[in-house]
């Protein structure tokens, strides 16, 4: 599947390989939002935010770097364990909570993103609106209060992180999970998948999802998505390419793809999603 970029959507210039939805479908979805909604789910680094929250953290490190040792101790699909020696090292060099929570929370807001998250509060009757995030509970929580977004989203689905009482800031893998495509300590598809098979038991059936992403770990929930779905990968970034990849291997995706570059993009697709 080719992909779309939400400027040109927006300009009602379309591409004949891409999956679109109709002006009467969307009608469609209007009428049935008295009694469905939209999902919006949301990676967090580079997409929220515009930065990678565990590496702006290093930032309080001496010298702001991290030693050879740390490093090069790292091993692909292991993360969290990684951050867990970076957290014991800026312990062991007296870097507090209060020190860490004032870095985080000079960490930018992807451009437009602010507005975007606005407008989301603004119509929770209309989203419901996640967060499944390779980052930690303690760093969203910080980063998300600057902005008073706490109440923008419904849930926050993500590494679990606490202060000891040494002081420390400790970090466990979200949860077990068997799939062979994601790093050991998250699959966002089965985050995705178990949301909304949850919320389809209480009553909730999403008129559409919306995915919004920029990573290699975003791939796996996106394949989840139905043709009714839109996945949004980030202009430029790894999920992008891979999207594009797996089009050229003649092996596309089942949803609709639009790329975005900042949140008024997604914040303009929202107001013709949900206009009358």
């Avoid at 202009?235 to 390419?241: H, N, R, V």
């Amino acid at each position: 599947m080719k992909n779309l970029g939400l400027k040109s959507w927006l300009c009602s210039c379309w591409c004949p390989m891409v999956t679109r939805l109709s002006v009467q479908k969307i009608a469609r979805m209007n009428s049935y939002q008295s009694t469905m909604k939209f999902l919006l789910a949301f990676d967090f680094d580079y997409t929220v935010i515009d930065e990678n929250s565990d590496t702006w953290i290093v930032k309080c490190a001496p010298e702001e770097k991290l030693p050879i040792g740390i490093k090069s101790s790292y091993k692909k699909g292991h993360w969290t364990e990684y951050m867990g020696r970076v957290f014991i090292y800026l312990g062991d060099n007296g870097v507090k909570e209060a020190e860490m929570k004032r870095m985080m929370t000079t960490i930018p807001f992807t451009t437009g993103m602010t507005d975007l998250l606005g407008f989301i509060g603004m119509n929770k009757e209309l989203f419901d609106c996640i967060i499944i995030s390779d980052s930690n509970t303690v760093f969203i929580d910080w980063i998300l209060g600057v902005g008073n977004f706490h109440r923008v989203f419904d849930e926050v689905f993500t590494n679990p992180a606490t202060f000891s009482d040494t002081g420390y800031l400790t970090v466990q893998n979200f949860h077990d999970h068997s799939c062979v495509e994601c790093p050991k300590n998250l699959c966002k598809r089965k985050v995705l998948e178990e949301f909304v098979d949850k919320q389809l038991q209480q009553g909730v059936n999403y008129t559409q999802i919306v995915y919004i992403g920029d990573g290699g770990n975003d791939l796996c929930p996106v394949k989840f998505l139905k043709k009714n779905d839109i996945a949004m990968p980030r202009q430029g970034y790894t999920l992008e390419k891979l999207i594009s990849q797996m089009s050229q291997d003649l092996s596309p995706i089942e949803c609709s793809v639009l790329v975005w570059s900042s949140g008024i993009e997604i914040l303009s697709y929202l107001k013709i999603l949900i206009k009358e």
